[in-house]
C-alpha cells in the first residue's frame, strides 16, 4: 500500500513538471494566446469593471512567430456585454486586436499592443 502511494506521488510530480496544457508561460502558441486572453480580459475589466470581464470572449485570427526567437504577433478579436444599471442598457461590443509578444524565457512581455474597430450594439 505504501508502495502505492509513492508511486501515485511520483506520478503527480512528474505531470506538474510536465504539464497538461498550456499556460501564459509557455514559450509557444498556446502559451501566447493564453497570455493574450489574460490580457485582454485584464483590460476590459479595468476598463468597464469585473462583472464584464467574466462574459470576455476572445477569438484569435492568426498566430504568427516572429523573425527572432521568441516573438509572436496575434491577432484577433473579443466580444463582451456590458450592462448600465444607471441607464438600464444592455450593449454588446466587439473589438479587433493586435499583440506583439516576447517571451524573455520566463514569461511573455509585451512589446506592442493596440485595440481598434469598437463596435457597440444596444441590446433590446
Known sequence: ????????AMILALLMLVGCGADATDN???GAKAKVTQLVKESIGDQYGPEVAKTVKVHFTSVKEGATDGR???DGSTEFTWKHDGMKKTWDYTKSFQYELQHNGIDWTVRNKMFFDEERTERK
Open 72 to 74: 509572436m504577433f496575434l
Open 1 to 8: 500500500m505504501r508502495k502505492m502511494g509513492l508511486a501515485a
Open 28 to 30: 509557444n502558441d498556446g
